[in-house]
Nanobody
Framework: QVQLVESGGGLVQAGGSLRLSCAAS????????MGWFRQAPGKEREFVAA???????HYTDSVRGRFTISRDNAKNTVYLQMSSLKPEDTAVYYC??????????????????WGQGTQVTVSS
């Protein structure tokens, strides 16, 4: 079992930055695919970013160039650095861990463990 706890969300003005953290416990995340998803009110949960291992990453088009996913295996923590934030980035952001690296990383069903989410609100 892997427990995931997100933090770092909050209210920020458009153009600002936030860094989300996802602290894992129970197992080391070094062998897991780690992903970030988000869910806006009235919408389905959508893929944001994923990292297979150090420096192998994938992003959805709307955040590429603005968001950066990274991990610190020593701290068992994954980060999502978000810059140039837009009002449309407003959502609850979820961290996820997947045991298999042979599945589409942008699919919710590829992940085995989820955090409780952290709210990000971007004001215009």
């Amino acid at each position: 079992q892997v427990q995931l706890v997100e933090s770092g969300g909050g209210l920020v003005q458009a153009g600002g930055s936030l860094r989300l953290s996802c602290a894992a416990s129970g197992r080391t995340i070094s062998n897991y695919v780690m992903g970030w998803f988000r869910q806006a009110p009235g919408k389905e949960r959508e893929f944001v970013a994923a990292e297979w291992s150090v420096s192998i990453t994938h992003y959805t088009d709307s955040v590429r160039g603005r968001f950066t996913i990274s991990r610190d295996n020593a701290k068992n923590t994954v980060y999502l650095q978000m810059s140039s934030l837009k009002p449309e980035d407003t959502a609850v952001y979820y961290c996820a861990a997947g045991a298999s690296k042979a599945v589409p990383v942008n699919s919710r069903t590829s992940y085995d463990y989820w955090g409780q989410g952290t709210q990000v609100t971007v004001s215009s």
